[in-house]
């Protein structure tokens, strides 16, 4: 790692309590999370009390409202908060946009009774979320899920497997997608499960090539019983729930791989100008000059285009098919400038002394969660075309 600090971003905020809210997630990514990221990463130590001090500091329900315990900022703050916490550690960023997508559900159509009962705890109250929507064989086609939820008196008892569940087995609750009624979306319903429920295990983790530190897990359900009034939403809603919340989420990927490429611009700037070959930094030669100004700009690029999504959602406007284009772009942009950052690096950049290498192999994953780039570029033409008529 090289000796230079990063710059902070010149960010464009809203208020002086925004920037004054980022001032607060930099100095706790400076002083909390980055320096054990790489120690931690390498052998696989989920960050559990990190979750404990940005539930303290308000930092868990940034865009839900205040009157249940969240922070009644706007998706444009919170997307800027997620980007500085992934570029101090993917794990935390992408953990805490994991932790929102999980209270989604219930923030956004749960009941009057339900947002009391709950969100208080879950926005801040120590607790992280996790979000249950994939499948051995449910992956992509999602409306496929075979996960069954079947009525008992004033319960249901929900049966069977759930897969790449980021917090698998460490979370505190689970919002699970399973199936109610007839094949298809309009068969599927939501409910918040405890983490503890009896009848709910987390299988061993997956061995990651990267993000070795977030635990990605299946989770088995054995007859679990939860009660009616954890239901969120109607009978057969869960599907457009879980779409809605994939919106939102979508941009919360797009944040954080924006800051996973701004960390690997800022190694790859301190090591360009410290490095001397022939006499000069190698930053003085055009060929890495060249590489320096487009991977600034794809980051740039991305910045913006998140952005204005996320203005689009916090006036209330669509916003669906910039999300998946936010998703799309700032993922690829991200493997795109942590490839470059190891290049310019050249052999130091494929060892494990300096964290590009790491950044590398987290920007991948991002490519593929919340649906794989194939997927996003499958709802921008929808968007653009219509659904595909064969």
Not at 104 to 116: D, F, I, N, V
Not at 201 to 211: D, F, L, N, Q, S
Not at 218 to 247: C, K, T, Y
């Amino acid at each position: 790692m090289t000796d230079r600090a990063p710059q902070p971003v010149d960010r464009q905020l809203p208020t002086e309590e925004s920037r004054d809210l980022l001032a607060l997630v930099r100095e706790i990514a400076q002083r909390e999370i980055r320096p054990r990221a790489a120690e931690e990463e390498d052998s696989g130590r989920f960050p559990r009390e990190v979750f404990t001090l940005l539930s303290e500091a308000g930092l868990l329900g940034l865009p839900y409202p205040g009157e249940h315990g969240g922070g009644d900022q706007p998706y444009e703050v919170y997307l800027q908060v997620l980007e500085e916490l992934a570029a101090a550690r993917l794990t935390v960023g992408l953990g805490v946009s994991v932790h929102s997508l999980a209270c989604h559900g219930l923030g956004g159509y749960g009941t009057k009774e339900q947002q009391a009962a709950h969100l208080p705890a879950m926005l801040g109250g120590g607790l992280l979320g996790a979000y249950c929507l994939s499948e051995p064989a449910a992956g992509s086609d999602a409306a496929s899920l075979t996960t069954k939820a079947v009525r008992d008196g004033d319960d249901w008892v929900i049966t069977g497997t759930k897969a790449w569940i980021t917090h698998g087995g460490v979370a505190d609750f689970y919002t699970v997608l399973a199936r109610t009624g007839v094949e298809g979306p309009k068969g599927i319903t939501a409910f918040l499960v405890p983490g503890d429920a009896e009848g709910l295990t987390a299988a061993v983790p997956e061995k990651k090539m990267g993000m070795k530190g977030s635990p990605t897990a299946q989770l088995h359900f054995d007859g679990v019983r939860v009660p009616d009034s954890r239901r969120i939403g109607e009978e057969g809603q869960g599907f457009s729930i879980a779409l809605a919340a994939l919106d939102a989420g979508r941009l919360g990927i797009a944040a954080c791989a924006v800051g996973v490429a701004q960390a690997a611009l800022d190694e790859a700037l301190a090591y360009a100008l410290d490095r001397k070959q022939f006499g000069h930094p190698i930053a003085d030669f055009q060929g890495l000059r060249f590489m320096l100004a487009d991977m600034a700009t794809r980051i740039e690029a991305g910045r913006a285009l998140y952005l204005a999504a996320a203005r689009l959602r916090d006036a209330g406007k669509p916003f669906s098919r910039q999300a998946a284009m936010a998703k799309l772009f700032c993922t690829d942009a991200a493997m795109a400038v942590t490839t470059d950052a190891v290049q310019v690096l050249g052999g130091y950049g494929y060892t494990a002394d300096f964290p590009v290498e790491r950044l590398m192999r987290e920007a991948k994953v991002l490519q593929i969660v919340e649906g794989t780039n194939q997927i996003q570029r499958m709802v921008i033409a929808r968007h653009l075309a219509g659904p595909e008529t064969r």
